[in-house]
C-alpha cells in the first residue's frame, strides 16, 4: 500500500515534469514559411516620416522660408509661415506637395523639396528585436533587411536562447501572425536557407531555453 501510494506521487511529479518540459519546449503557434530567393530584390516600399526624423525643407528662391527641423514626439514640425503641421506617415515627396499648398496662400508657385537627413520612421516601420538577445533594439526598417541583418545588429543571440524556436510576429492581412524563424541554424550553422526578408513593423521573439 505504502509502495503504491509513493509510486502515485512520483508518477504525479514526473507527469508535471515533463508537462513542464513540453511547456518551455514549445514557444508560440507557428507558420514555417518555405524557403525564399534573397538574391532577388524586395518590392520596393515608400518610406514614412516618423518621430524623431530630421527634415531638410527647401523652398526654391525662398531661402528664408527653408528650414531644418526635427519631428516632434507628437508627430508635428513648425516652419516659417507653418506652424504645428502634422508630417509624421507621409512620404517626403507627399510632405513637399502639402507644404507647397499651404505656402501658395503667401508665395507664387511654390517649389519645396523634403530631404530626411536623419532617420527613425513611424512605429509600423520599425523591427523590433526582444527576447534573449544580446542588446534587445528597435532598427529603422530598411529596403531588402532581413532576420540576418537584425540579428547582427543587436550582437547576435544570448547564451541561453533557443534559437530555433524563435518567431517573427507580423501584420497581414488577418491580422498579426507568427512565423518561424531558425535562428539557429542561421547564426551558429550558416544555414542560409533559414534567413528570412524582413517587412515593417516586424518583430522578432528569441525565446530562452531551459535546458
Given at each position: ?40 530584390p524586395a518590392a520596393l ?42 508630417v509624421t506617415r507621409k ?121
Open positions: 500500500m505504502f509502495k503504491a501510494s509513493i509510486a502515485r506521487i512520483l508518477g504525479a511529479v514526473l507527469g508535471i515534469g515533463g508537462a513542464l518540459g513540453l511547456a518551455a519546449c514549445s514557444g508560440p503557434d507557428a507558420i514555417q514559411l518555405p524557403p525564399e530567393d534573397l538574391s532577388k516600399y515608400d518610406y514614412q516620416i516618423g518621430p524623431g526624423d530630421q527634415l531638410d525643407i527647401f523652398v526654391w528662391r525662398n531661402p528664408e522660408l527653408s528650414s531644418r527641423v526635427l519631428v516632434r514626439p507628437d508627430g508635428r514640425v513648425s516652419m516659417p509661415l507653418i506652424e504645428d503641421l502634422v512620404t517626403p515627396n507627399a510632405l513637399g506637395r502639402e507644404i507647397e499648398g499651404i505656402l501658395g496662400k503667401y508665395i507664387q508657385e511654390p517649389v519645396v523639396t523634403v530631404l530626411v537627413t536623419g532617420f527613425s520612421g513611424p512605429y509600423t516601420q520599425q523591427v523590433r528585436i526582444v527576447g534573449e538577445v544580446a542588446r534587445p533594439t528597435i532598427l529603422t526598417f530598411r529596403e531588402n533587411m532581413t532576420a540576418l541583418d537584425a540579428l547582427i545588429a543587436v550582437g547576435g543571440m544570448g547564451q541561453f536562447a533557443a534559437g530555433n524556436r524563435a518567431v517573427i510576429t507580423r501584420m497581414s492581412d488577418k491580422g498579426f501572425i507568427n512565423v518561424r524563424l531558425k535562428a539557429d541554424d542561421l547564426m551558429r550553422d550558416g544555414d542560409m536557407t533559414a534567413n528570412m526578408r524582413l517587412q515593417p513593423g516586424d518583430t522578432i521573439y528569441i525565446p530562452q531555453s531551459y535546458f
